[in-house]
């Protein structure tokens, strides 16, 4: 899916293509004196980017027209196509490998660190739009900036956040008013579920979202990690072993087949009433809410945070938006023009309203957004999700190793292996530190 923009068809479309086609509600977003920075953009300029497809049809509306209105500002034509998740990491490589095609691309979470050596550093935006903004927010600062240096190699436009969802009225009938925070209390919750034929189910499958996020939390909230601040692998630990063993009493309050599932098989789960807790993003609760038929689940779906477990607050990674410039690139500052312009709040409030609380803001200024005051309460859990200081790869340094570690599901299948029995927790933890120090090795 694709669309071009040039600057005769967003004048000829008039003032309907140069503000959002639907209306939102005002916000007040903060700002702060900040100097742009100089990006004369060059002569005859147009730009083609990547992105992922829309969540929901206001996303792409916004989006056209903010770059209609950026086109129609400074002549620069953009074309944009929409590519399916699955297929934006694969373009992304090609793109990087082959130094043609888009000149910038929005892809997900560390995929600027895989290919940094090929992007314009960005630094220069994002110190502008920080100081304007209220500053970025620790994950998008984690998934912008190189480690190790000052270098931006991404401008995080937002994160989708998979908190719990669950039944009020199933967790009131079995005696608590929201699921604990502990991890005691938790387990007694998913114990009282499975024995009223209402269970909790969590995907220990191949699951780029799901499965990554729940293995994550479980080992986090008891204070594991795959490696520590250095890169060196870290995941054979106590801690490690404690959470594994945590997971063999929770999973046998699960409901069957979730060693097997995917992104899509708890949504599915939960909205045929066989799932009553599980984790999501804020896709499930609106697939709900906006089917007649489904009132009833909705209207008493709830969203909290998982459990903190050890730490302070609760251990969640959230799937991040991040923006990348690439050198082959002819026309760089009309990227980063560009990218500046779809991050100011005329043009990215009215997106974030019209992604519903999907995506999360990358900027402190813009918890302000009516999209979290104006809108439906329960989306407000999804408010801060660029806050948390975990992410993919959590202690070590954003690399191409934790990349591929991630994408090899060392954690997912090293939870799923003791929750089918296969290993013990000793076992399983071994086995991830062997899978995990091939990547460290050969690739930090």
Known sequence: MAYIITRRAALALGGAALVAPRAFAQSNIPTQSASAPSLPIERGATLRMLRPVRFVQPD???????????????????????????????????????????DLIIGFN?????????LVDMADVAGYLGQKYGGWKAMAQRYGKRANSDMWVGLPFGASGGPLVWRKSTLNSVGFDAPP????????????????????????????????GFAQWLVWSFGGYLVDENNNVAINSPE????????????????????????????????AGECHLTANGVSLYFSLKNDPAMKAIADDTF???????????????????????????????????????????????????????YWSQPLNAY??????????PKISVFKGVMDTTFYAGYKGPISEASAAANADYVMVQMCASVASGQ?????AAAEAERRARRFFRSRR
Do not use: C
């Open 367 to 376: 918890n302000e957004s009516a999209t979290w005051s104006s809108g439906d």
């Open 423 to 427: 290993a013990t927790p000793q076992q």
């Open 240 to 271: 490690t072993i404690r959470s594994l063993e945590y997971l063999k009493e929770l999973y046998a309050t699960f409901i069957p087949g979730t060693i097997a599932w995917g992104d899509i098989s708890n949504n599915r789960a939960y909205s």
């Open 303 to 357: 969203m909290t945070l998982l459990p903190k477990g050890t730490q302070q607050t609760s251990p969640m990674a959230g799937l991040t938006l991040n923006a990348m410039v690439f050198k082959h690139s002819r026309y760089p500052n009309a990227s980063k023009a560009f990218l500046q312009f779809m991050l100011e709040a005329p043009q990215y409030d009215p997106w974030l309203q019209a992604n519903l609380g």
């Open 181 to 212: 925070e502990d991890h005691a209390g938790y387990l007694k919750l998913s114990q009282e579920l499975k024995r009223v034929g209402k269970p909790s189910g969590f995907a220990l499958g191949n699951a780029v979202g799901d499965g990554n």
């Open 60 to 102: 792409e509306e916004v989006f056209r027209a903010n770059a209609a209105r950026f086109t129609a500002q400074t002549g620069v034509e953009v074309r944009v196509d929409f590519v399916g998740w699955e297929d934006i990491t694969q373009q992304t490589a090609v793109t990087a490998n082959t130094g043609a095609g888009p």
């Open 110 to 118: 560390e995929a600027p660190h895989i290919y940094a050596d090929k």
